[in-house]
């Protein structure tokens, strides 16, 4: 459904725009910031295809001024940024560092003072190297200096920030940080990597108790979730894909909203799990949803490490990325989401967008049309779901500006403004130009 540019969508839905600390900031070296573990995975040979670190990226440590005017200009009612934990705390625990934390309180109210209501994401995946050298995510601990970490930035900015995601994509951390190991930490501990999903679901639970207390409004999630689709109809895909699935979706999403594991995980997680899942289950505000194209999952060969191989669905258009198009996938995702869940709060997507490289033309344009075309569907899509009697109050694309992309290093493009990483000029693409369009007629025609 596509009712014009405003796509039908509800009055106050929120128009927004994400980003991560580690992907724009750069000046990892600056101001006390201590290492985290992407600056250790990067120094790795072979970790990020094209050898690139986010020492420099879009230097937005420096330039934030000039990326908020960029956010004004777009007209965005909010912006999801991340606060690098090890700017904060710069061994992951102890005294708060003053620099670190003067960089956020100005940011907060630059966008404050531009009309834009502050998302703040605490961990988007930059732990300080520190807490990894005593056993990251694995160790329960961490989840403890997380909270103490959320208890120092609510204190901060508990008044200002309107919406709080404590972790991004816990089942990202998880799966790919852990368990595969392409994302840093990069560990390769298969179903080893389980009681990383329940300290990422406690320090979630804890941080959600520690923000409450300081006096946070509106506190949620940003997790990601994509359909789950078996690649044929034989048995052995079907369990595959009914596996991943839970991995994938049910693993993080059933504790927060049901209290519980999905059935059979709860044994393999460490500590007093019965009493941590009252922790973990803490009533929310929002519920923050990540989506970009669904997975196909086909069963793994005899003696592979894990019983399942994830594929591209097939039949698609696919981004830069070879991410599938499919934007009927976030609305299946969302109606799936509330039938699942049916207590959910109301859903903000606090990630969506996709990958394409094109770049400035002779005349400075960067025309980006299948970037307008994907946000497009995307947004009708989510209009869909709304007409199914799904609560969705706000969209955030990702992502403001191109930026590193972990381990695809600067070969991937998600921002509606291209950024050239010799000059650092930022030039708004032709989908910039049509998001603002957007965001003006739903004001306009539901003011
Ligand atoms: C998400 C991440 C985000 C970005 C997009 C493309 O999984 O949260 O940082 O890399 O993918």
Not at 138 to 151: C, I, K, M, Q, V
Not at 174 to 190: F, R
Not at 348 to 358: D, P, R
């Amino acid at each position: 459904m596509q009712t014009g540019p405003s796509h039908g969508l509800p009055p106050g839905f929120l128009f927004g725009a994400s980003t991560a600390s580690y992907q724009i900031e750069g000046a990892t070296t600056e101001d006390g910031r201590g290492p985290s573990i992407w600056d250790t995975f990067t120094a790795e040979p072979g970790r990020v295809v094209d050898g690139s670190s986010g020492a420099v990226t879009c230097d937005h440590y420096h330039r934030w001024p000039e990326d908020v005017a960029l956010l004004r200009r777009l007209g965005v009612d909010g912006y999801r940024f991340s606060i690098a934990w090890p700017r904060i705390q710069p061994t992951g625990s102890g005294p708060a560092n003053q620099a670190g934390l003067d960089f956020y309180d100005r940011l907060v109210d630059a966008l404050l003072e531009a009309g834009i209501a502050p998302m703040a994401t605490l961990y988007h995946w930059d732990l300080p190297q520190a807490l990894e050298d005593g056993g990251g995510w694995l160790d329960r601990g961490t989840a403890s200096r997380f909270a103490e970490y959320a208890a120092i930035m609510g204190d901060l900015l508990g008044d200002r920030v309107a919406h709080w995601c404590p972790v991004n994509e816990p089942n990202v951390v998880t799966l790919n940080g852990y368990g595969e190991g392409s994302l840093a930490p990069g560990k390769a501990l298969e179903f080893g990597a389980l009681p990383v999903a329940h300290h990422l679901l406690l320090g979630h639970g804890l941080a959600v108790q520690a923000l409450r207390a300081a006096g946070a409004r509106q506190v949620g999630t940003a997790t990601n979730h994509a359909p789950v689709l078996p690649l044929s109809g034989s048995e052995a895909d079907v369990t595959a894909a009914s596996l991943f699935d839970a991995l994938w979706n049910r693993l993080f999403a059933d504790p927060v909203l049901l209290g519980r594991y999905p059935d059979g995980i709860a044994d393999a997680m460490p500590g007093p799990v019965a009493e941590d899942l009252l922790t973990i289950a803490q009533p929310l505000d929002f519920y923050g949803l990540n989506y970009y194209n669904p997975q196909g999952v086909r069963a793994a060969p005899e003696g592979s490490p894990v019983p399942f191989d994830v594929a591209a669905v097939p039949g698609y258009p696919t981004t830069d990325f070879g991410w599938p198009v499919a934007p009927s996938g976030l609305t299946d995702l969302l109606v799936e989401m509330t039938e699942r869940y049916p207590q959910i709060p109301p859903i903000l997507i606090t990630e969506n967008g996709c990958s394409y490289g094109m770049g400035p033309d002779a005349d400075g344009v960067v025309d980006d049309q299948p970037r307008i075309d994907y946000l497009d569907s995307h947004l009708g899509a989510v209009a869909d779901a709304v007409a199914r009697g799904v609560d969705v109050r706000g969209y955030y694309c990702w992502s403001l500006l191109d930026n590193f992309e972990w381990a695809d290093g600067f070969t991937q493009r998600f921002g509606l403004v291209h950024v050239d990483y010799d000059t650092l000029v930022r030039t708004p693409k032709r989908s910039f130009d049509w998001y603002a369009d957007v965001i003006r007629a739903h004001r306009g025609t539901t003011a």
